[in-house]
């Protein structure tokens, strides 16, 4: 006797199947072929009679037709995930893209004159406001930023900096490299641990196009350590003539300790202590979408934007779009835990988190029963994308741990973790050891949450 379910029919068979017919009107022929040939492929046990072939079939229909980066849960414990796409937009910021996606906008163009205008001015106007800069210059990301600055100020020129400011930031920014790529000569000052004054007097000479402070934004150097003040910095640079430019990194433009939040160094004191040029990103801690934000002297921002390499990394509509509304949010800064999604996020509080887990705990339970158990525990995010690396915040979630009794291992906790990522909308945690943590201080949507741990396979 053959057993029905052990052999696969055709193909054709298959697509000729009334339950399959509808699924190729949705989706046409080519592509349903294409999903009956990789579910035959992938579950050659699997029951066309009932629901179960043609249901896989539509999911990977709809998977393909779907587009860009899939929305996910980002349960890592890390805010700002460089991985996962930074800081979320708020409604105001995603509203002025749309704006400016569906038509045209004056975007380079004077209307007062009918003439070009310049593509970044309303964002330059509120950041000068916001920082008490001269000027103001926006490209694709920080370091791009970085890149144009080297290029402009010191091209074929030294530029001392610290030692223990040689960052790297996610692999693929590395200060040494950056330094090399852009045509300035870095000159090493001090040591890991103690840069002195001095370190940085004896390293100027005539051929200096640049003194360079980056802010160790993703690490932190304990100990026996000194390092030089900016505005000590910046008044040896004026001594000897060349522009002091910092590397804020994330850069914040309010000081977010009012809200109980490490502190961050803050755009307009940078400025204020005599920075020339400041750089930093506009999808960290400020809220915005990818950029590159440049102030300082107007002198020096100008030299930049002559630079012919500025049209290599010049942002488009839609991050000026995003990024102006955001900083109109700033006008009003007491509302910003409100109004700026980031910040939300990293203001909530333990205790509300902890409910909203404790809410969660016996779906959650339920899905994992027997071969995991889900307990509720406290749990201490991260910031994330270089803001305050050791600093943490209090938050809550899940310690998702091998039943003792049942038969979850190691390995198939592992599996549980990409059975969550294979979700529609996939759960990303982070694994430590034998435990699976689920961080729920950035769940936006619990009812999706719970609607997709119906759906998990069972590990
Ligand atoms: C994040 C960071 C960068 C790179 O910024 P991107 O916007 O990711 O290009 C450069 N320098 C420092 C100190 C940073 O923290």
């Not at 000027?135 to 091209?155: D, R």
């Not at 910003?336 to 339970?365: N, Q, V």
């Amino acid at each position: 006797m053959v057993d029905a379910t052990r052999r696969p029919p055709s193909v054709d068979t298959i697509l000729g199947m009334p339950a399959v017919a509808g699924i190729q009107d949705l989706f046409g022929r080519r592509l349903v072929k294409e999903a009956v040939r990789d579910v035959v492929r992938r579950h050659s046990t699997v029951d066309w009679t009932t629901g179960k072939g043609p249901a896989l079939v539509e999911t990977f229909c709809r998977r393909r037709m779907e587009s860009g980066p899939r929305r996910v849960f980002n349960l890592t414990g890390t805010v700002l995930h460089t991985n996962l796409g930074r800081a979320p937009l708020s409604p105001a910021a995603i509203e002025a893209m749309m704006r400016v996606a569906s038509g045209a906008s004056a975007l380079e163009y004077d209307l007062a004159t009918g003439r070009r205008g310049n593509r970044a001015a309303d964002v330059g106007h509120r950041l000068q406001r916001l920082t008490g800069a001269e000027s103001a210059l926006v490209v694709n990301n920080n370091a791009a930023a970085i890149m144009l600055l080297l290029n402009t100020l010191a091209l074929r020129r030294q530029v001392p900096v610290s030692r223990g400011e040689l960052v790297e930031i996610g692999g693929a920014f590395r200060m040494p490299a950056i330094m090399a790529r852009a045509g300035a000569r870095m000159v090493e000052v001090g040591t890991t641990n103690r840069t002195h004054l001095a370190d940085y007097e004896e390293a100027l000479g005539p051929g200096t196009g640049l003194l360079l402070k980056v802010h160790t934004s993703n690490y932190v150097i304990e100990g026996f350590t000194s390092a030089v003040e900016e505005a000590e910095l910046a008044r040896l640079a004026r001594d000897h003539g060349v522009p002091f430019a910092v590397d804020l990194g994330s850069g914040a433009l309010v000081d977010f300790s009012r809200w109980g939040l490490p502190r961050e160094p803050v755009v307009a004191e940078v400025v204020a202590h005599g920075a020339d040029l400041v750089t930093f990103s506009g999808d960290k801690l400020l809220g915005g979408p990818q950029a590159g934000i440049v102030v300082g002297r107007a002198d020096l921002v100008g030299r930049m934007a002559a630079n012919p390499m500025l049209r290599a990394m010049r942002p488009d509509k839609m991050t000026l779009a995003a990024l102006d509304a955001t900083l109109a949010l700033y006008e009003d800064p007491d509302s910003l835990p409100r109004t700026l999604p980031g910040l939300s996020l990293l203001t909530r509080s333990a205790a509300d988190i902890a409910r909203e887990a404790r809410d969660l705990e016996s779906d959650l339970a339920s899905a994992l029963a027997p071969a995991f158990t889900a307990e509720v525990v406290p749990l201490e995010s991260q910031i994330g994308s270089g803001a305050q690396p050791v600093t943490t915040l209090a938050s809550a979630g899940f310690a998702i741990r091998p039943a003792a009794s049942g038969r979850g291992s190691d390995r198939n906790l592992r599996e549980l973790a990409a059975a969550l990522r294979r979700l529609p909308r996939p759960v990303i945690g982070s694994l430590r050891g034998r435990t699976l943590f689920l961080d729920l201080r950035c769940l936006d949507d619990s009812d999706t949450f719970r609607a997709g741990l119906r759906e998990l396979e069972r590990p």
